[in-house]
């Protein structure tokens, strides 16, 4: 696509992403405003991890900073999957709630989600929210710097949340929660339970949160099959996805956890 000069970024063919100079232009959706405002607490607090919300261009995109670095392209290849990259992302997903912590979203705040209305037997993964955090971990949202991930991008998801199911989110994609033929073969063999415990400790979870991680994330597995699947009725695009591998992947992902809940347990 040429864009008065921008370039085209991405290969996940989500969102229509291109580069201008330092800055990226997106589509706007209905809570851009509000990702926007987030975005600025979070570089008010310090957080500078996450692009710079700048807002909207003549041609009425959002406009946001152009962040550096080289975003993994499925599947993880072997330089993304070594201790140090879960060690450092477990460091920035602290540093983002700690900054994220006290943000009240504004009354008239919208929060993105998937198509599709939602299906019976989701369960909600906690009670209250304690913050607002990106809850889309997958690896096109991780931008690398000197082979770690050092910032995050594309926060169209992001939404109240607690830290725990928003860490589960991070382990879906980077332990991974995932049955081994699922795995980037560099983690088809891996220890997930000591990546598990290897990340708590670098994120500084405390006992509470450890208790809890894997019933999390026991739900959050049912309640993404769930979802994608009336994202797939509802959208085609989200119906490709669901065919390319998503419908099989799911139900073996929650198969693999359950059969291995305990051993994560003990290692936590
Ligand atoms: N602010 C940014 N800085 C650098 N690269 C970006 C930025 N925003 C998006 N990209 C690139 O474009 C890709 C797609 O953008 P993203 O915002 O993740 O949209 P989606 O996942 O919805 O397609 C990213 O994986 C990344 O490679
Ligand atoms: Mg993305």
């Known amino acids: 696509m040429n864009d008065g000069g921008g370039q085209q970024l991405g290969e996940g063919g989500w969102t229509t992403v291109v580069r201008i100079g330092d800055t990226v232009r997106r589509p706007v959706r209905p809570f851009t405003a509000t990702i926007q405002q987030y975005l600025a607490h979070l570089h008010a607090l310090g957080f500078d991890a996450a692009p710079v919300p700048l807002g909207y261009d003549d041609s009425g995109r959002e406009v946001l900073s152009y962040v550096p670095g080289d975003v993994p392209v499925e599947p993880l290849p072997a330089e993304a999957t070594g201790p140090e990259v879960l060690t450092a992302l477990a460091r920035l997903i602290r540093r983002l709630h700690d900054a994220a912590q006290g943000w009240v979203p504004p009354e008239d705040a919208v929060f993105g989600s998937l198509p599709g209305i939602r299906p019976s037997g989701v369960m909600p993964l906690f009670a209250t929210p304690e913050l607002v955090s990106h809850q889309d971990y997958c690896p096109g949202n991780v931008v690398f710097r000197n082979g770690v991930p050092a910032s995050l991008i594309d926060f169209d998801l992001a939404r109240p949340t607690t830290r725990v199911a928003d860490i589960v989110n991070a382990l879906y994609w980077w332990a991974p929660l995932l ?90």
């Open 179 to 268: 049955h081994p033929a699922d795995r980037a073969p560099a983690l088809a063999e891996a220890d997930i339970p000591a990546r598990v415990r290897l990340f708590a400790d670098a994120y500084g979870m405390n006992a509470e949160q450890r208790s809890t991680l894997v019933d999390v994330a026991i739900q959050r597995g049912r309640n993404a099959s769930l979802t994608a699947k009336t994202a797939a009725d509802a959208d085609p695009v989200f119906r490709r996805w669901w065919n390319e591998g998503v419908k099989d992947r799911m139900p073996r992902a929650e198969a693999w956890l359950s059969d291995n809940a305990g051993l994560i347990r003990a290692a936590l």
